[in-house]
């Protein structure tokens, strides 16, 4: 499949761009610079300029989100209404311009912020309606209202709400969890937390199954992508015995105002995230890119996390 894809070079599109080539799509990313990966082309793009040709694109996966660095929530910064401009109006310009280009299925990279408008420790279901709370929430939610308008034009489209990604960086960028383990390294208080999260290369599998899946098992048109709930205490315990950690761990946080999302449609089309017996090892290969050589098993034995 022909697959044109925006924000490869971030975290996210970065591994989605990844997995779809190897899985033998044709890759188009469009953005502002070239991704370095095998079989991936480049097309110029960006939210707020000119529409790129997609006459000859069989897919949109549109992953971009202009927005401060490392924040998506707040990611606004002092200009809401700019945010507002590239990341929801730049999204109808692309989805309307792909449909009339003839691109026939369209998956929106969505997040799990449409849900924040629940009360805390509320089971979040496939197909719940969105309810969000803050400005990033919103413009998800009404990108997936406009894409969901194309059904009756005859595209095939999903939105993918995504909980929180972690695994290994884009090229040139910091992973998700560098300032916590910085922090816990130089024995900063750490606040406690819980909360859910998704492997990248599992998003990318997910994704994948979208493009690839009869338009029929696409409706209802929203997936939730979530799979372990995970408390940073226990995060930095594995982080300081695969690493050598001298911080201090922060008290356990309280699982009971996680709200949990069930991701059962994703199951039903074969969906199987790592779940917590593989996050130990991506914790691990993480670790040992970032270091350029192998983490040994067990971790170093330089000081051992503190109990607080």
């Given at each position: 499949?022909?697959?044109?894809?925006?924000?490869?070079?971030?975290?996210?599109?970065?591994?989605?761009?990844?997995?779809?080539?190897?899985?033998?799509?044709?890759?188009?990313?469009?953005g502002r610079r070239p991704v370095d990966l095998p079989?991936?082309?480049?097309?110029?793009?960006?939210?707020?300029?000119?529409?790129?040709?997609?006459?000859?694109?069989?897919?949109?996966?549109?992953?971009?989100?202009?927005?401060?660095?490392?924040?998506?929530?707040?990611?606004?910064?002092?200009?809401?209404?700019?945010?507002?401009?590239?990341?929801?109006?730049?999204?109808?310009?692309?989805?309307?311009?792909?449909?009339?280009?003839?691109?026939?299925?369209?998956?929106?990279?969505?997040s799990r912020a449409v849900y924040d408008g629940y009360?805390?420790?509320?089971a979040l279901e496939d197909g719940l309606p969105a309810?969000?709370?803050?400005?990033?929430?919103?413009?998800?939610?009404?990108?997936?209202?406009?894409?969901?308008?194309?059904?009756?034009?005859?595209?095939?489209?999903?939105?993918?709400?995504?909980?929180?990604?972690?695994?290994?960086?884009?090229?040139?960028?910091?992973?998700?969890?560098?300032?916590?383990?910085?922090?816990?390294?130089?024995?900063?208080?750490?606040?406690?937390?819980?909360?859910?999260?998704?492997?990248?290369?599992?998003?990318?599998?997910?994704?994948?199954?979208?493009?690839?899946?009869?338009?029929?098992?696409?409706?209802?048109?929203?997936?939730?992508?979530?799979?372990?709930?995970?408390?940073?205490?226990?995060?930095?315990?594995?982080?300081?015995?695969?690493?050598?950690?001298?911080?201090?761990?922060?008290?356990?946080?309280?699982?009971?105002?996680?709200?949990?999302?069930?991701?059962?449609?994703?199951?039903?089309?074969?969906?199987?995230?790592?779940?917590?017996?593989?996050?130990?090892?991506?914790?691990?290969?993480?670790?040992?890119?970032?270091?350029?050589?192998?983490?040994?098993?067990?971790?170093?034995?330089?000081?051992?996390?503190?109990?607080?």
């Amino acid at each position: 499949m022909r697959v044109a894809l925006t924000g490869a070079t971030g975290l996210v599109g970065y591994r989605i761009a990844r997995h779809l080539a190897r899985r033998g799509h044709a890759v188009l990313a469009l953005g502002r610079r070239p991704v370095d990966l095998p079989g991936v082309a480049h097309r110029r793009f960006e939210l707020a300029g000119a529409l790129p040709d997609l006459g000859e694109v069989d897919a949109l996966v549109h992953a971009a989100l202009s927005h401060l660095p490392g924040r998506y929530r707040g990611g606004e910064g002092e200009d809401s209404a700019g945010f507002r401009r590239d990341n929801l109006d730049g999204t109808l310009r692309l989805f309307a311009h792909a449909r009339a280009c003839g691109v026939g299925r369209i998956v929106f990279l969505s997040s799990r912020a449409v849900y924040d408008g629940y009360p805390p420790g509320t089971a979040l279901e496939d197909g719940l309606p969105a309810r969000p709370a803050g400005l990033y929430g919103s413009v998800k939610a009404e990108g997936e209202a406009a894409l969901a308008d194309m059904v009756g034009d005859g595209a095939a489209v999903a939105s993918l709400r995504a909980t929180g990604i972690y695994g290994a960086s884009a090229p040139g960028h910091p992973h998700k969890w560098a300032d916590l383990f910085a922090a816990f390294d130089a024995g900063e208080a750490v606040a406690p937390r819980v909360g859910t999260e998704l492997h990248g290369d599992d998003l990318a599998s997910a994704v994948d199954l979208l493009l690839r899946a009869e338009a029929a098992a696409l409706r209802p048109l929203t997936f939730n992508a979530s799979d372990i709930v995970l408390d940073r205490r226990d995060l930095l315990a594995t982080y300081a015995e695969l690493a050598g950690g001298a911080g201090r761990l922060p008290p356990r946080g309280d699982p009971a105002r996680v709200s949990v999302m069930r991701c059962d449609r994703l199951r039903q089309l074969g969906w199987t995230p790592r779940g917590m017996a593989g996050f130990r090892q991506s914790l691990r290969d993480m670790l040992a890119r970032e270091a350029g050589s192998a983490v040994p098993e067990g971790g170093e034995t330089r000081q051992s996390a503190k109990e607080p």
